[in-house]
């Protein structure tokens, strides 16, 4: 027997689930329906199968093939224009000259169809079609049969007033060739609407068959969500593949769930499924292929797509998650909920429930979505952030990404320019990196490939070198491992401008991207020993010490962190003979990211052997080589705001004066400092392209940011622990003191900070209104609303990546400041309502 499935449906109820493909291929735990109908064709031995489509059938088509590959032989016939279901299946009738078997392609059903073939064939029925017992009929054709089985009544889709009985159609037919005789090909027909009921007026033998086991149309969305939840629980009578573990729980091949993950079946993990620890997952519930489920995550009673990435602490209730979606840390998407393919939720949003977002869109982080997200595109809107183009790694920055990102940074500049390229010591910056090379080339870009190197030396070599104009750094982010960082610089070596940011956007966005001919392609080629000529010139840039005065028996602990400083940075510090114990001198990229409390225990680590060996000080250098985090003699932490007012004083001293540039946060010590030296201190916005414009001002000696960075402009203007490193050992050196005596020596002071949220859409107004409230307040504004009360200050900074403010204030005491926090937080607080 043949058998012809129905799958032409276009889902319309389904939606945002069918924008991208047709109902039939919306998956039920591990297969689509179209897959599981299949199946049940097979078990009861049909492999000769004719799919008739209509919507986006070259993805059946693609997906089914043949069908050798599934053990049947599967033909198309494929409707130009809607034709009904008699009328799609007419289209087939050469191929149909005995009885056959009509079967939907969107419905969930575990029938005995050999048992409604008998029946069918038992009572030499023209038609015969399945029924079963339903609660709700009302969606459905409602049948009355006499006691034979044969129909007397039929109601398509009754009011409730017109229901006269809970059996309904299931579109499942056993059909006689001789059904075609009674309608014309090419036009459009229905069998429930005009076809049986024709048949019935001429008294044809049209039977119905009350089948006994599961049937589920798939047509909305609850439908949906309640199927997979059958299956998972065992009403449907399909075995799910993979492995059981027991409790209800299956999984495919290579997942992995961390020992402190909690499962609570149902629940089908598809193949690569990776659940991290303390992830929460309680059944029914589906997580298909290569799905990542972060720690602390809590997912009850959901479904999601293949190739989504579900962040950390975040929150799923009762909701259906789409293909490629990306939920990031703490989002929470309630019951009912549905995220369409390839849609990012950022950070702490709220989707409530009901809620549809179409595919494609991006939820910006902290909001709150009420309403459902249909039209336009609210895809991602900007690029840059404060740390250059920042995304999850092979999630928001994947190889393609990277290609149009650099294809979009090498049409903005000159054809034939040259810019260097370098990475961290890590397999992913690696990748990403790589792909990066290959979007530059094709927009006319000369690449000059720095390898792997610190931050600071592939600055410096962007600034030096001849027919240069700008540079790419790719680094795995210091604070979040699963997280790329692609920084961009200048000529100068320096971040590139808002402006430069903006022309590089559109580009990407338009996907305007400069195409070269063959001649014209960029080449790679790599730059020999960039660490050489940095050095030469560091070494130029340090006051050589007199012999006699060279450290004077003093030692430095200097923590690398397993990083590439380490190839560069001890060599430099032999030449300028210090005495130098080095922790973590070997290169190891499963060392490169620390978490807070391991970042803790390195730096307690060090204070105990800087303590120990009675040394100087000891420092810990970042990964990139920016930052420096330092310990005095003692093995005690040296706040980094301290550091950088310790730093400054030294600076100023050496320099008989000069320019200080700090950010707005910094405290007003520095200004006392810079006053006591016959100083000044120029305040900046906080953020590091601010602080670099400033060290390129005439008269900076010292650029810092209070949370490790340093620039001295006189090497370079850009932060550079290596360069800090070596200027804070010739500095003390020659002022004959100990980097622990400076910070004690310093005016105290006392700053307490704090944040408070704010939804995206009200952070304009409430700047708006602060502006207004606090113009009078004495101080140029630099950045934020700084708020001047004498000796005493607030500073209310909007965060530019999160939905939330900043407040600090700066007092005599730890209670005087706390108490302006907390005044200038409800203030914040109440311009909110």
């Not at 993979?242 to 089908?268: F, N």
């Not at 920055?397 to 990475?423: C, D, H, K, M, Q």
């Not at 200048?490 to 430069?500: A, C, E, L, P, Y």
């Amino acid at each position: 027997m043949k058998a012809v499935v129905m799958a032409g449906g276009e889902g319309s109820r389904l939606r945002p689930l069918t924008v991208g493909r047709p109902k039939p291929m919306v998956p039920i735990a591990n297969q689509s329906v179209l897959r599981h109908i299949i199946n049940l064709l097979k078990k009861h031995g049909i492999t000769d199968i004719i799919v008739t489509l209509q919507y986006m059938a070259d993805v059946i088509q693609d997906d089914l093939g043949d069908g050798r590959s599934i053990g049947c032989n599967i033909k198309y016939s494929i409707e130009e224009i809607p034709l009904g279901t008699a009328g799609s299946v007419k289209l087939a009738e050469e191929m149909l000259t005995d009885t056959f078997i009509v079967i939907s392609g969107d419905a969930l059903t575990d029938f005995n169809l050999e048992e409604i073939i008998k029946f069918h064939k038992e009572h030499k029925a023209v038609a015969t079609l399945t029924l079963t017992r339903v609660a709700n009929p009302l969606e459905y054709g409602v049948i009355i049969t006499d006691a034979d089985g044969r129909i007397r009544q039929m109601q398509e889709k009754p009011s409730w007033g017109e229901v006269f009985s809970d059996t309904v159609n299931t579109g499942i037919y056993i059909l006689e060739p001789e059904i075609f005789k009674y309608y014309e090909k090419n036009v459009t027909f229905d069998f429930s609407q005009q076809l049986f009921p024709m048949l019935l007026e001429k008294s044809q033998p049209v039977y119905g068959y009350v089948a006994e086991g599961y049937w589920s149309d798939v047509g909305s969305i609850a439908d949906y969500m309640r199927s997979t939840a059958d299956l998972l629980e065992g009403r449907v009578n399909v075995t799910l593949t993979g492995k059981h573990l027991g409790g209800g729980i299956w999984v495919e091949d290579d997942v992995v769930i961390a020992p402190t993950a909690q499962l609570y079946g149902p629940i089908y993990l598809g193949s690569g499924v990776k659940i991290q620890p303390g992830a929460i997952i309680r059944g029914p519930t589906v997580i298909r292929d290569q799905c990542m489920v972060e720690a602390r995550a809590n997912i009850d009673r959901s479904i999601i797509w293949r190739n989504s990435y579900i962040g950390e602490r975040a929150e799923l209730r009762g909701c259906m998650i789409g293909r490629q979606v990306t939920i990031k840390s703490r989002a929470m998407i309630f019951e009912g909920a549905v995220v369409g393919d390839n849609t990012i939720v950022g950070e702490n949003a709220v989707i409530q429930p009901n809620v549809k977002i179409w595919p494609s869109k991006e939820i910006e982080r902290g909001a709150k979505v009420n309403t459902s997200i249909i039209w336009g595109n609210q895809g991602r809107r900007v690029l840059f952030g404060r740390f250059g183009v920042t995304g999850l790694v092979n999630v928001d920055i994947t190889p393609e990404f990277a290609a149009r990102l650099g294809a979009s940074y090498g049409a903005i500049l000159p054809r034939g320019s040259v810019v260097t390229v370098n990475r961290e010591a890590h397999h992913t910056p690696r990748m990403i990196k790589r792909a990066l090379l290959s979007g530059l080339p094709s927009a006319g870009i000369n690449v000059a490939d720095l390898g792997s190197c610190p931050i600071p030396v592939a600055r410096y070599i962007t600034r030096i070198s001849e027919h240069v104009l700008g540079g790419v750094h790719v680094r795995l982010s210091p604070v979040d491992n699963r997280t790329i960082d692609i920084r961009f610089m200048d000529k100068r070596g320096i971040d590139i401008d808002k402006g430069v940011e903006r022309k590089v956007e559109i580009i990407f966005f338009r996907e305007d991207f400069r195409r070269v001919y063959t001649d014209d392609i960029g080449r790679i080629e790599y730059l020999p020993n960039p660490s050489e000529h940095y050095s030469l010139d560091f070494l130029k840039k340090i006051n050589s010490l007199p012999t006699n005065i060279q450290m004077r028996g003093r030692r430095l602990v200097v923590d690398y962190s397993s990083s590439n400083t380490s190839t560069i940075l001890p060599t430099i510090l032999d030449k300028m003979g210090c005495d130098v114990v080095a922790l973590n001198a070997a290169v190891d990229e499963t060392k490169l990211f620390r978490t807070p409390e391991q970042f803790q225990q390195d730096m307690r680590r060090l204070g105990v052997i800087t303590n120990t060996l009675d040394a100087d000080f000891g420092v810990k250098i970042d990964t990139g080589g920016e930052k420096i985090f330092a310990v005095d003699g003692r093995g005690n932490q040296i706040p980094p705001m301290q550091l950088l007012a310790a730093v400054a004083k030294l600076m100023l001293k050496a320099n008989s004066g000069g320019i200080i540039a700090i950010p707005v946060t910094a405290p007003s010590i520095i200004e006392r400092i810079a006053a006591e030296h016959n100083g000044e201190v120029i305040r900046t916005r906080a953020n590091s392209f601010a602080q670099m414009q400033a060290a390129t001002r005439n008269g900076v000696i010292l650029v810092g940011d209070g949370e490790g960075s340093f620039i001295f402009p006189e090497f370079q203007p850009a932060a550079d622990g290596m360069f800090a490193i070596a200027k804070i050992i010739e500095l003390t050196v020659r002022q004959e003191a100990r980097i622990g005596e400076v910070i004690n020596n310093l005016p105290a002071y006392t700053q307490v900070r704090s944040k408070v949220t704010c939804r995206w859409e009200d952070k304009g107004r409430v700047m708006r209104l602060l502006n207004e409230k606090y113009q009078n307040s004495n101080v140029r504004q630099v950045d934020g609303i700084r708020i001047n009360l004498g000796d005493e200050w607030v500073l209310i900074l909007p965060d530019p990546d999160r939905p939330l403010f900043h407040i600090q204030a700066e007092s005599h005491s730890y209670e005087q400041a706390q108490q302006l926090v907390d005044k200038y937080a409800t203030v914040v607080n109440n311009l909110q309502h």
